[in-house]
């Protein structure tokens, strides 16, 4: 076990106002987080703190996490996509997810009731790991924001830079700006993303 994960499981991911205060929302999923946490241990994935949040690894690679959201708790597997659903748990980790498939949960029961189906699935995610699978992107499924595109034509190194991160990274910083309305906020989120982008990160890295 990691200590950084019993932090989390105390106070929280510390992404929000709410850190270690009983509004965080690990406090309403703490019992079926720390169930899901013993389950996936229980596969001998290594556990780790990354982006805030418990993700378990193997051989150094991302396999699964474990996180509370407003509304339930999840597992969630990086290459979810690649796994056999013989029995409809998964679902899409928002409309624009590629890789990423969660399992959702209500409580310590619908866990306890799913434990060998979630283990299942961890394995078959690990099997694939073994077998070096790897998930197929659509390279930029979404057009470039017209304000990142005049950043990247004006600042080469920018570009060369964008050029170069995985397709997924790219997509991160796509969907981020292009999510905002208007144009003003859209040329803030570019300016906000540059150092980022030099640094060859994700937009969500931390």
Known sequence: MNQAVDLYLQDGC???KFYATPKCKVNTWREELVLLRQIVLS???????KWSFP???FESHNVVMIAAFKDYCAVSFFKGALLKDNDKLLSSHGSSSQAVRIIKFLSVDEIIEKENKIKEYIQNAINNELKGLK???KKNPEPIPA???TALDKFEQLKTAFNALTPG???SYILYISQAKQT??????VEQCIP???????????
Not at 184 to 189: M, N, S
Request: glycine share 8%; proline share 0%; aromatic share 8%.
């Open 14 to 16: 510390g992404r929000c």
């Open 43 to 49: 596969t001998g994935l290594k556990e780790e703190l």
């Open 55 to 57: 993700c378990y690894t």
């Open 135 to 137: 998930i197929q992107f």
């Open 147 to 149: 304000e990142l595109m």
């Open 169 to 171: 990274k790219q997509r």
């Open 184 to 189: 003003v906020t859209r040329e803030k989120r």
């Open 196 to 206: 980022k982008i030099l640094r060859g990160e994700a937009f969500l890295q931390r």
